[in-house]
């Protein structure tokens, strides 16, 4: 389980606005073809949130948040893209 | 025979192009910040909700876009008039011979208003508030390109017809 919505902490101060962070992970075809290979896809929100608090140094949690999550056909799979976006709190 | 087969390897490389290029987006959602001045922090309850999505041959999706919408508008409604906060994802997924099979999964804390605070009609009903801050809400995410014209002359005529 990855938080997204943390408990703020109390007297919350906005480090900065509107950070983002993005992750993707991959559902590959594998060999024999009734198989399917996870890449990077199982921890896609987890980066994402960790890739936003990145952007705003000291920041502990992100509040207002919003999640997307977008896919794509590669030819051997899908590959799925998660944007988290929201205000960085400290 | 050989030209025959060979506009028909060209074809299928354009399809493959086109496939390659596309995809679907997601529905955006955004999750509703908790006022802890509102909330009787020493109450929380912990509640669930998930939603499932098919990908059928690993393309063709079918309930797949929306399903982060889905779970969270369950998980909302399982709050009833409470308060969300420490929400926590999970995503798996699943091979069903012929497609995929993926679930979202959400797990919140919930906690009601303090006392004398009122009910939290807002989440409760969802049609106690003025009109015009429902539009101005609408006209904000719209501005903020989080609701698409569509979407958002849906949602607008939703809410006028709400109110009616």
């Known amino acids: 389980m990855t938080v997204i919505v943390p408990k703020p902490p109390d007297h919350a101060q906005v480090v900065a606005k509107d950070v983002q962070g993005t992750a993707s992970g991959a559902l590959c075809i594998g060999y024999p073809p009734l198989s399917l290979i996870p890449i990077g896809l199982n921890e896609r929100m987890e980066k994402a949130y960790s890739d936003a608090l990145s952007k705003a140094p000291g920041a502990t949690a992100l509040k207002s948040v919003t999640v997307e999550e977008d896919w794509y056909w590669i030819v051997v799979g899908t590959l799925r893209y998660v944007t988290i976006t929201g205000d960085a709190v400290k | ?164």
């Open chain 2, 1 to 164: 025979m050989k030209k025959g087969f060979s506009v028909c390897a060209e074809s299928l490389l354009a399809l493959m192009l086109v496939a390659v290029g596309s995809g679907c987006l997601g529905t955006k959602v955004k999750f509703e910040d908790i006022p802890l001045e509102k909330a009787d922090m020493t109450r929380g309850r912990t509640i669930e909700s998930s939603a499932t999505g098919f990908q059928l041959l690993c393309l063709i999706p079918i309930s797949i876009n929306d399903r982060l919408s889905e779970a969270y508008w369950r998980l909302k409604r399982s709050a009833g008039s409470d308060y969300l906060t420490d929400i926590q994802i999970s995503e798996s997924w699943a091979w069903a011979y012929i497609g995929t099979i993926h679930k979202t999964r959400l797990i919140a804390q919930a906690y009601p208003q303090k006392p004398g605070e009122g009910v939290n009609h807002e989440v409760a009903s969802g049609s106690s508030r003025s009109l015009t801050e429902k539009l101005n809400e609408l006209k904000t995410l719209h501005d903020n390109h989080m609701l698409s014209d569509q979407e958002y002359e849906a949602a607008r005529a939703k809410a006028v017809e709400q109110y009616k």
